[in-house]
Structure formats: C-alpha cells, structure tokens
C-alpha cells in the first residue's frame, strides 16, 4: 500500500504543486529580484544592486515601525493567548449554552481587518470624546491600546477553538488517574492539561507572531499610522514606502524592505516554533 | 485495469492543472474589454467601411481617474465604438487608488494606452512611459501651451479639465444673518462676518464654517488646497513656478485663515480629527454653515431635488488677507493631465490619438465632456458648461480679477502634505504657538528634506 502511494503521489500532488509554483514561487523569485532594482513596473526593472537595500537599512521610520511592531506582537500574544486559553478551559466544563458561546466568540473572526478598523475607530474616537482626550489621530497611545483591543476582539475566538480542539483531545484516563491521585484542579491544569495541549499553544503563538507581525488591514483602517507615523507598523510602513512619494526609487525601497521583513517573519516564526515544539510531549 | 485507473488519475490531474493556467487567463480579458463589447456588435458592421483613420486596426484603452464620470466615459467610448469601429474600452480606478491600479495594468500585457498623471511630481513616476504629443492634433487644439505638462521639449501631458475651487457660500442663509456676498470683499470682511454668525450662533441656528473635517477623505482641502494660497502668493512675490526651498512667508495668513475656519465651525476643533468630507457637505445641505470649502465638482452634489438651487450658492474666492484681494479671483488650474502610453502598439497610439482629437473637437465630444461630465475644457471647441460654480469664475475674469494658479502640483509629495494635515490637525485640537510651529516646520522644513529625497 505505502509504496503504491508513493509511486503515484507525484500525480496527486502536481495540482498543488504548479499551482504554489505559480501562485508562490515564481512572484516570490521576481520579488526578490526586483529588490535589487529599480522599477515602475515589474515588467521593466533595471538592475542597481544593493543600493535598495542600504537606504532600506538606514531608513529610520523603519526601524520605528519594527519597534512599534515588536511591541505591538508581544503584548497582543501574551493577551490573546491568556484570554483563549481561559475562555477554552471555561468552554469545557460541560456548562449550559457551552456551545452558543463558542459561536458567540468566534463570530468576530469573520469580518473583515478593514470594516472592523473602521467600525473601531468609531468606537473608539466616541469614547475618547467622551473622557475628553485626543482622538486617534492625534493619540498615539490611544491608537496602540486600540489596535491591541482589536486584535484580540478578533482572534480570540479562533485561538480558542484551537485550544478547545486541544482540551478534548487529552484523555479522559490521565485526567481521573490525576484526581485519584489527589491533585487540585489547579495542579490538574498545569501539570496535566496544559502539558498536553502544547501542540496546540504551538499552533496558536505561531498564528498569532505572525498574524501580528503581518497585521496592515487593521493598521490602515484604525489609525494609519497617525500620528506622525507613530503608529505604524512594519507591513504599512512598506506601503507607505511604495505609494507616499514619486519617483522610481521608491518603489525598489519598498520591494527592499518587504524581502527584509518576509527573512525577519520567517526567522523569527522558525525560532518560536522550535522553542514552544521543544516542550510538547507525546501522548 | 491498474493501467487505466493511473492514466486515469494522471489525466485528472494534467486538467486540474490546466484549469487553473486557464483560470488566470481569462480574467485579464474580459475586465478590459466589457464595454466596448455590446457597443461593438450593434453598430460597427454599418458604418465601420466609410470611416476610415489610421488607427482603424488600433484600440483604445483609458484608465480614468474620476469615478463620478466613470459612466459618462462608458457612454461616449461607446459612441465612438458605434462611429468608427474602434474599440475604446475605459476602466475606472477606484478612488484612491488611482496609483495603484495604474501600476499593475502597466505591468500588464493589454496596458491602458491613455493614461493621467497629477502633475509635474506625478510625473516623475511615469516619464518613461509618457508619448510625445508634441505633434499631436490634439496638442494643437489646446487654448493655452499652459495647460501642456512639458519636460525639457516634448510635451508629456495634456491638461483636460479646469476646476475652481473657492468658498462655497450659501446665500440664503447669508441674508438670514443680514449680510451679501458683497459685503465680504477681503480677509477683513468674511473675518467679520464669520465672528459676528458665531457670535449669534444660537440665536441663527447656523455656524459660518462647515466643519473642517481632517479624516482622510477630507483633509485634501486644507492640506492641499488652502495650502495652495501661502505657496501662490510666495512664488507670485519671488516670481517663481515652483522651488524646492519654500520659506513660508504666507505662513501666517494661513494659520489666520485655519482659525477662522477652526474657531468659527459647526464643531469643536478638536473634533475635527475625525469629521469626514460627508460631514462637512451634509452640514452645508442641511444649511447648518454657511461657508464651505470646496470646489467646482462639488456641484452635482449640491444641486438637484431637495438640495439647493442656483440661486442659493455663489463661490467667493478665499480671502487670506495677501495680495492684491480687490483683484483676487477663485483657486482655478488642474492637476489632471492625459498622458498616451509610449510602450503601446503604434495602431494603438494612433487610435489613442484620433480619439482624444474626436473627444476634444467634436461637437459630440465637447458636449458630452460640458453638458455630462461637467468638465471646463481648455480646447478651442469647447462647449460652455452648465456647472454654476465655472460660470461665477469667469464672471471673475471677466471683471478683472486674476485667478488663483494651482500651484499644489509642485508640493513634493503625499508625505509632505501628510505630515503638513497631520500638524493642521493637533494644532486644531489645541491651538498653541508651539503646535503651529511644529506645521511652520513640516511646511517649510517638510518641504526641503521630501525634495532632497525626491532629487536622489
């Protein structure tokens, strides 16, 4: 049967295959060229080698942007990840209308990053009016603690049917093996059940980092990075880079930064999966 | 048996493959072609023969750039089609993102032949791309080599429609308060005027200024062009064009003119940050203000059923208290210039070039471009245009007062006005010295360090 599966499975998987080569492969190669060059249009590029990407280097709003970033992705993983993993473990104690609030939760997951920025920053400017402060525009704080209240609005619900996924998925039998032992529930929690599901925190701080490190639409539409660019982040400050100015520079600028911040997400998603997978057990 | 099902499984999988290449394909076809399409088939069998011009075998592909005549293109492009035969197909960008489609559809293979740009910075992007027209017809027509966007000798682009923008002013509303429009005849005047309507605020149930909303879909009007005055009387007192040093001279006008606006609005200041452009015109239709700060495409908006008549607006220019005001007209220029696409089939260039001269020549043409779209066109057929606002401007004119030139085109980039809108609003939200110093410094220093970068 194995060996049968391998001889065709270059057949099964061709589709798949040529549709990642076109659709990943062949844009990520041109990407990477055109960071070398100078361009209006991908299809006529002239070489300059890496001039793109020392002004990348030395460009001091980027550097801005992948603090804020940085900032911005530790709290919001922290937060989403407490707050799912609570929700998850309340959502599996076989309470009353358990499966209405799931639902409830994860409906904020299927709007759209740039009608939910709008629709915050409504909320938000509201509330500011309100307790008489500057608004978004003009708050940079205001505008970090909105976009990290939005992320978590949004993501919770996701992160927490992963880990409701990963909570059903420890067996029963550990579990009472535990409470005849006489451990608390406290103790169950931290030396049964989270030792078990971390193939799930895995999954969930992976989604996470890079859901953070990549966010634009919610950016754009909460605060757009007013003010002064205080709030922006490394995705729209590469926008911003490509469309703010003319001249042809700026486009292989941009395409410079976007292949440094593809390397960093990559490297630093890689680091934070081999950290969290060395500490997942086997059932 | 074991055969077949492999060759089977091979052959699903060659077309699940295919289908997706397929899938790519097509697209790009249909959404350049869907207009001319039905015009097409209709009338070009008829009159396709007697027509005969050298871009007969060419087509015509325009992106446009202002979605509120995005159907009367649609509808004229058919016309064409109907008369000549020649495909003219025209696509619309959505507003905002006018640089961001042009650039993936100039990657493509069916590029857009005709095209536009904002000037003589939004060239910069496109030169390469830009046809000579110097030896165009359509060059000729022009009423004024002003309206030519040139680069050293060749003529780049062509300038295709004249706007004024002004203060907007609800007379009715202004007799309510016992004033004219005669009565404001400088900055002094609608100073007066604007804190005598505050001041009485609650007893008229209107403010002067509609809110001078700072949102993105608002802020062009104070960043852009009420920063277009300082910039006009500067380079009209150095004599200039344009210069990559401004010194802000006019400075203080305009943070005379931003308090008038900001002190003397529907709001407060410090909710500006968030007001929008359909705040600011639906408090003007709703004859809460009685000022508002706009332009000549504003007019559609404004007038019709249940929203006002003629009778009711006149645009007065912007008194900012320099030059000469008893002379000072409406803000009127353009920032939008055709441009032909070099990289295109020569039958194309030269369908693109015939129907441009059709456009601005023919009878049809110009009164499609007057009547339906609106447009003041600076070519020498042009039809007169019903848009109220573009007939008070050349009542100006024609009286003596000498027009406010657009000088925007020359701000250096979106970055500038950004940072410059950005400063505008805190310092609306709290008007201290060191908050109109910090708009001194991205006006003046803003505008050195974006044409270092832009001259790299």
Redesign the interface.
């Known amino acids: 049967m194995e060996k049968a599966l391998k001889k065709s499975a270059p057949i099964f998987v061709l589709p798949t295959l040529v549709a990642f080569i076109i659709g990943f492969i062949i844009p990520f190669g041109q990407g990477l060229y055109l960071s070398f060059c100078k361009f209006t249009t991908v299809s006529n590029a002239k070489w300059v080698g890496i001039g793109n990407y020392k002004y990348a280097f030395s460009d001091p709003s980027f550097g801005r942007s992948f603090i804020f970033t940085v900032m911005f992705a530790v709290v919001s993983i922290v937060l989403i990840n407490l707050f799912a993993f609570t929700l998850a473990v309340l959502l599996t104690q076989n309470l009353k209308g358990t499966n209405i609030f799931r639902t409830v939760f994860f409906m904020p997951n299927l709007i759209g990053g740039i009608v939910l920025g709008y629709i915050w920053q409504i909320l938000i400017n509201c509330l500011l009016t309100i307790i008489k402060e500057p608004l978004l525009a003009l708050n940079s704080k205001a505008g970090y603690w909105g976009l990290i209240i939005l992320m978590c609005w949004q993501q919770i619900g996701y992160m927490m049917i992963i880990y409701i996924a990963g909570l059903q998925n420890v067996p029963d039998s550990l579990i009472e093996a535990a409470s005849i032992d006489g451990a608390t529930k406290w103790q169950t929690l931290f030396k049964i059940k989270i030792p078990m599901v971390m193939s799930s925190i895995t999954v969930c701080v992976f989604l996470t980092l890079t859901n953070s490190f990549k966010l634009f639409d919610q950016n754009l539409a909460l605060t757009g990075g007013d003010p002064n660019h205080s709030t922006e982040m490394m995705a729209l400050n590469i926008y911003q880079t490509f469309y703010a100015r003319s001249g042809n520079q700026w486009k292989g600028y941009g395409q410079a930064k976007a292949v440094i911040f593809c390397v960093l997400v990559i490297f630093i998603s890689l680091f934070q999966l081999k950290a969290t997978r060395s500490k997942e057990v086997q059932q | 048996m074991k055969n077949t099902k ?1 060759l089977a ?2 052959g699903m ?2 077309l ?2 295919l289908s ?2 397929a899938g ?1 394909g097509d697209k790009v076809e249909t959404s350049v072609s869907e207009t001319s399409k039905e015009a097409n088939t209709e009338a070009s069998a008829e009159v396709k023969e007697e027509v005969k011009v050298d871009g007969a075998n060419g087509s015509v592909y325009y992106l446009n750039f202002k979605p509120e005549q995005d159907e009367q293109w649609k509808a004229l492009a058919a016309e064409y089609t109907a008369q000549t035969g020649v495909e003219v197909a025209v696509v619309t960008a959505a507003s905002g993102n006018y ?2 489609t042009l ?2 559809e ?2 493509k293979s069916g590029a857009p032949t005709m095209f536009q740009v904002n000037g003589p ?2 060239l ?3 030169k ?2 830009c046809y000579d027209l110097k030896d165009s017809q359509v060059y000729g027509e022009l009423t004024s080599d002003g309206f030519a966007l040139k680069s050293d000798d060749s003529v780049l682009g062509i300038a295709y429609v004249i706007e004024s923008y002004g203060l907007i002013c609800n007379k009715t509303l202004l007799a309510t308060a016992g004033y004219s429009v005669d009565d404001i005849k400088s900055f002094a005047d609608l100073k007066k005027v604007a804190e005598d309507i505050t001041a009485r605020k609650d007893e008229l149930g209107f403010a002067a200024f509609s809110s001078a909303g ?3 879909s608002s802020d062009w009007r104070f960043k852009t062009h009420l920063a277009n005055l300082p910039l006009y009387f500067e380079y009209q007192q150095d004599g200039i064009g344009t210069t990559t040093a401004i010194k802000g001279s006019f400075l203080d006008n305009y943070r005379n003119m931003w308090d008038l606006y900001v002190n003397n609005s529907t709001c407060e200041g ?2 500006l ?2 007001k929008t452009g359909d705040d600011s015109r639906n408090e003007f239709l709703n004859k809460e203000a009685v000022f508002f700060q706009n332009g000549s495409w504003e007019y559609g908006n404004l007038v019709g059923d249940g929203k006002f008549t003629d009778d009711d607006l006149q645009m007065i220019p912007i008194y900012v208290g320099a030059g000469d005001e008893a002379n000072q007209g409406l803000c009127t220029g353009t920032e939008n210039y055709w441009c032909v696409n070099k990289e295109a089939k020569a039958e194309d260039i030269q369908a693109t070039l015939d129907f441009l001269y059709w456009v601005v020549s023919s009878e049809r043409g110009t009164a499609a471009m007057a009547d339906e779209m609106n447009f003041v066109i600076p070519f020498k057929n042009a039809k007169e245009s019903s848009n109220l606002f573009v007939k008070q401007d050349r009542e100006y004119t024609a009286a003596g007062k000498l027009p406010v030139s657009w000088n925007f085109p020359t701000m250096p ?3 500038w006005k ?2 410059v809108g ?1 400063a505008l ?2 310092y609306a ?2 008007s201290t010295d060191d908050n109109w110093s910090a708009v001194v410094d991205a006006f003046v220093n803003g505008w050195a360090a ?1 044409y270092a ?2 001259e ?1």
């Open positions: 492999r499984a091979l999988a060659a699940m493959s997706l290449l790519c640089e961001t650039m993936s100039m990657g910075v939004g910069a992007n496109w390469d791309y700072m949102d993105g410090k909710d940050a968030a980039s979106e970055e950004n940072g950005q609003t805190a939200a709290d974006e970068l832009l790299q």
